[in-house]
């Protein structure tokens, strides 16, 4: 790790800075008086504001919500289920560790290994193409699960020609039409945004733009150190106190309006958009990665005759509400299972399986209580 890279990490994690912040926080708080909520569509963000107690440090009328920002936990169950068929015929499904261990309908793709599936974790898609080079006579698929921030990778591996034994079963998701519709929405009464910097990294600013101009809710795109997420606060409470709603980057030395414009070609040439669903929630629309009509043969919907469910709502297991945790309706604590018979050793729900859920960061802070709420 290099002196600077640790000078800057020093920087954005200053106990002084963070009382400076959280002064100024409180004073614009205390101007504003009206409760004020807010979200950020991020796992890591909300490892983040759990691990170093930001909620703690916020004024009475300003409360922090986690959205629908955890890849594994708004992957479809009929997805996973998908998955967990190709593998018990046969297929050998390649995919990520926490994915692995979400369960479908049915089950997950770890179950299915314990079945005599052939189920291989992997780091990233690089390894997936790999092993198919590596064993010609098997039957790959990539379980390709993320967002915009992974889906850039997939699509380069795809444009250069990947195994013929080697097909992709698609379930990116893209963040600004989830956050979008959100902010465009009323149900949940919430009042600014912070968006996911390393998405924002990818897409840029620009395609929050249209939302943003329908709803007229401020948005800070935002790094993952506990300054920049308290000057995110501070930045959208000075937006509401000034009457002055616009979209904000604080996360500058790695966002910018246009975004990773190659990164973006990429993607352009091997995914169109479509509508799309997030489990245990809503179909977004425009949220959707599919692969284009030219990459049909390496479909695994296609290659396998797998029925489109991109479109179909499921259920997670009995007695959960992993939903309402997943769009920030309610705390884990508030959901009868968690940390009873869904736990992170023995977990039920997918936002329980990710390190990126909130299920799982809140139980392993070991917190069992609702986090301070403002009136609504």
């Given at each position: ?5 640790l ?12 009382k400076?912040?959280?002064a ?5 708080a ?13 796992g ?16 009475e009328?300003?409360?922090v919500?986690a959205?629908?920002?955890c ?8 997805d996973i289920d998908?998955?967990?068929?190709l593998a ?9 560790g926490?994915m692995?261990?979400?369960?479908g309908n ?6 299915a290994?314990a079945l ?6 992997i780091?990233?898609?690089q390894d997936a ?8 006579n098997k ?11 992974t889906?850039?990778a997939t ?9 013929e034994?080697?097909?992709?079963l ?10 979008g ?9 919430i ?6 910097g ?8 620009k ?13 800070v ?7 920049d ?8 409470l000075?937006?509401i106190d000034?009457?002055?709603?616009k ?12 975004g990773?414009?190659k ?17 245990g929630?809503?179909?977004?629309p425009k949220a959707?990665f ?8 390496i479909?695994?919907r296609?290659?396998?005759g797998l029925?489109?469910?991109s ?7 009995a007695?959960a ?5 997943v769009m920030?309706?309610?705390d ?18 997918a936002?329980?399986v ?8 809140w ?6 209580n609702?986090s301070p709420r403002c009136?609504r």
């Amino acid at each position: 790790m290099n002196t600077e890279y640790l000078s800057l990490l020093k920087y954005y994690r200053d106990p002084r800075l963070a009382k400076a912040l959280k002064a100024k926080i409180d004073e614009l708080a205390k101007k504003i008086e009206e409760n004020i909520m807010i979200m950020h569509v991020c796992g890591s963000h909300e490892w983040t504001i759990t691990h170093y107690g930001i909620r703690t440090l916020l004024p009475e009328n300003v409360e922090v919500r986690a959205g629908p920002g955890c890849p594994v936990c708004i992957t479809p169950a009929t997805d996973i289920d998908d998955a967990v068929k190709l593998a018990l015929d046969g297929v050998t499904i390649t995919t990520y560790g926490d994915m692995s261990r979400a369960r479908g309908n049915r089950m997950s793709l770890e179950e299915a290994k314990a079945l005599g599936g052939d189920v291989r974790v992997i780091y990233g898609v690089q390894d997936a193409v790999k092993m198919a080079k590596r064993e010609p006579n098997k039957q790959f698929v990539f379980f390709a699960v993320g967002m915009d921030t992974t889906a850039p990778a997939t699509a380069f591996e795809i444009l250069k020609e990947t195994p013929e034994n080697l097909s992709f079963l698609v379930s990116y998701r893209y963040t600004p039409a989830i956050q979008g519709s959100v902010m465009e929405s009323n149900v949940l009464g919430i009042d600014a945004f912070i968006s996911a910097g390393h998405s924002v990294t990818i897409t840029g600013l620009k395609p929050y733009y249209e939302y943003f101009l329908r709803s007229k809710k401020p948005m800070v795109a935002t790094g993952f150190e506990p300054i920049d997420v308290l000057m995110a606060i501070y930045m959208l409470l000075k937006q509401i106190d000034e009457g002055k709603p616009k979209i904000e980057n604080e996360y500058t030395r790695s966002v910018s309006w246009e975004g990773n414009i190659k990164a973006q070609k990429v993607m352009d040439k091997v995914f169109d958009l479509e509508d799309g669903y997030v489990r245990g929630v809503a179909i977004f629309p425009k949220a959707g990665f599919r692969l284009k009509d030219d990459f049909r043969k390496i479909d695994a919907r296609e290659q396998y005759g797998l029925k489109d469910r991109s479109k179909t709502k499921d259920e997670y297991i009995a007695g959960a509400r992993c939903g309402e945790v997943v769009m920030g309706l309610i705390d884990p604590p508030e959901c009868p299972l968690y940390m009873k018979t869904c736990k992170p050793e023995d977990p039920k729900g997918a936002p329980m399986v990710s390190q990126e859920g909130t299920c799982w960061i809140w139980a392993m802070h070991r917190i069992v209580n609702v986090s301070p709420r403002c009136k609504r």
